[in-house]
Each structure stands twice: as C-alpha cells, then as structure tokens.
C-alpha cells in the first residue's frame, strides 16, 4: 500500500505539471503508469486497465476544477458552447465506460496503445488544428461530443486532444477553444468516473481499497499532488520552448506505448 501511495504521489506531480505545460489532462501519463504499477502490485490481470482508466478519470476531475475556474477568471471560456456540448459528452463517457467494460483488458490495451501514438505523432511533428468553416449546428455539436465522450472515457483522458481540434475547426480562437475543452473535460471525468464506480460495484474480485473501478489510495495520492504542481507547469510553460517540450513529451508517449505494447 505504501508504495503505491508514494509512487501515485510522484505520478501526480509529475502528471500536474505536464498537464499545465501542455494544457492536456494527465491521463495519458496516468493509464499508462498506473497499469504498471497494478501490475506490480499484483492486481488481477483482467482489472489492470479498466482500474487505470477509472483511477485516471477521477483524478482529472480534481485538476479539471482549477483549471476551469483559471480560465474562467480570465474570460477565456465560452459557456454556451461548453453547455451545447455537455448532454452528447455525459452520454458518450457513460456508453464509454460501458464499452470498456464490456471489451477484454487486451483490445483496451491496444486501443490505449494506439491513441498514445496518435498524440505522440501529433506532438513530434508539431500538427496543430488548422482553422476551417465548419458549420458547427447543434445536432453536429451533439454527435461529436458524444463521440469526444466516448473515447475519453475508454482511454481514460479529459478529452483535450479531441474538443480542441473540433473547436477550431469551427473557427474557434484556439484560446478559447482549450478554456472550452477544459471545461468540458470536467463532465467527462465525472460522468465517465461515475459510470465506473456503478459498473464495478458487483465485481467480486476487486483489491482492497477500491470503490468501483477506482483504486481509492491511487484516486487521493495521484489527484492531491497533482492539484498542487498544475500551476507550475502553467509558470514553466511561458519560460520553456513549446516545441522542444512537446518533442521530448512526445518521446516519453513512444515509450509508454511501447511498455504497454508488450505489457
């Protein structure tokens, strides 16, 4: 117990300050590590990842609420959009949780896998979404949030790289397009969190300490620390190079799929 305990408060700070360098959730360095160090503990093979995506989105929903509030505070979010899309992204992590449940641990390894070098591709070349004229109606809105629900739920992220892209697609400036992605990723990680803990409350075979899918002493230690470096990374992030940042992030997403490749 310690020792998750120790290595989940290093994961959350180290998580914190990626997630303010990058203005991205932790949950791509979290699932990854967090598998990881189940697996050590000896955590059943078939609860692995689906505990490392629960765990995960719980603990975005900590960060999620600082980082809503700063952006707010600075006027950055739009409210009606966030409010469009909030009924599709509740729906779409509630069914991703669902799915994942319903899927075995290894296809939501590869699928983890997979999305991992999606964003490392991203980041390495630095793709960044262009602007386009895309009519964004409400059905179109309602359809793409459930689809951004779904994937962030299974993979167990705040939902950053898919809401921006779509955003400024719409012509959405990208500073408000991230300040909306923040705070849509607040519905995701509650709905998807939730969703979870009631899909895993008649599971047997669960470890100690666990409320549903998520493995409480990992959720507190990873979320609370985490809380407390995000605002570094925000300070660092005006100091460092973005581009040589997200190279070497880049790198570190290339070796977790690789670990979880032959997990």
Known sequence: MLDIIVVSSVLGMVSG????????????VIVPVLAVLFKEQGFSADLI????????????????????????RLGSVIWSKVVRLIPGIIIGS????????????????????????????????????????VNQSKPLDFCVAIIIGLLSAIVGIGGGTLTV??????????RNAVAVSSACGLPIAIAGAS?????????DNLPAGSFGYIYLPAFLA??????????????????????????????????????LTWF
Do not use: C, E, N
């Open 94 to 133: 509630a069914l991703g949780a669902v799915v994942a449940k319903q899927i075995s641990a290894d296809a939501l390894r590869i699928f983890l896998v997979v999305f991992l070098l999606y964003v490392g591709v991203q980041m390495a070349l630095q793709i960044s979404p262009k602007a386009g004229l």
């Open 195 to 203: 969703s979870y803990i009631l899909l895993g409350l008649t599971v």
């Open 165 to 174: 892209p779509y955003l400024v697609r719409g012509q959405m400036l990208m």
């Open 49 to 72: 990842m689906i505990m490392s995506v629960a765990t995960s989105l719980a603990v975005i929903s900590f960060t999620a609420v600082s980082s809503v509030w700063a952006h707010h």
């Open 222 to 259: 990873t979320g609370l620390t985490s809380i407390v470096t995000a605002p570094l990374g925000a300070k660092l992030a005006h100091r460092l190079s973005a581009q040589k940042l997200k190279r070497y992030f880049s790198l570190l997403l290339f070796v977790m799929a690789a670990k």
């Open 17 to 28: 300050v990626l997630a303010g360098l990058f203005g991205i959730g932790g949950g791509l």
